[in-house]
């Protein structure tokens, strides 16, 4: 049964930074892609960065590059984004993801999903 579970929302002020994490469980490893995504209120799911098994790949919506960084520990089954320069846009729920496979776009791809962090950025 897997699991993931995220870690590291909160309340901040424009300008800070966060660190989501997320721990997963249970994975049936192997060629894999993990991430985060978002969601606003009133918005669709959005891919925001996700990371490649081997770490050799990654993406970073066009809102993110060069603000957040993706990174995994596969020893610790563990996916983290470290969000700099947050902004009020940056506001939302949001979920670390994995699926089986390359990394993909769209939010139905993903086979196993965390309950969700927010972050508020004011």
């Known amino acids: 049964h897997v699991q993931l579970v995220e870690s590291g929302g909160g309340s901040v002020q424009s300008g800070s930074s966060l660190r989501l994490s997320c721990a997963a469980s249970?994975?049936?490893?192997?060629?894999?892609?993990m991430g985060w995504f978002r969601q606003a209120t009133n918005s669709e799911r959005e891919r925001v960065a996700t990371?490649?098994?081997?770490?050799?790949?990654?993406y970073y919506a066009l809102s993110a590059k060069g603000r957040f960084t993706v990174s995994r520990d596969d020893d610790k089954n563990t996916v983290d984004l470290q969000k700099n320069s947050l902004k009020p846009e940056d506001t939302a729920m949001y979920y670390c993801?994995?699926?089986?496979?390359?990394?993909?776009?769209?939010?139905?791809?993903?086979?196993?999903w965390g309950r969700g962090t927010q972050v508020t950025v004011s």
């Open positions: 249970d994975y049936p490893w192997g060629n894999n892609c």
């Open positions: 990371i490649r098994s081997d770490g050799a790949i990654t």
């Open positions: 993801a994995a699926r089986a496979g390359y990394c993909t776009g769209p939010a139905r791809d993903y086979d196993y």
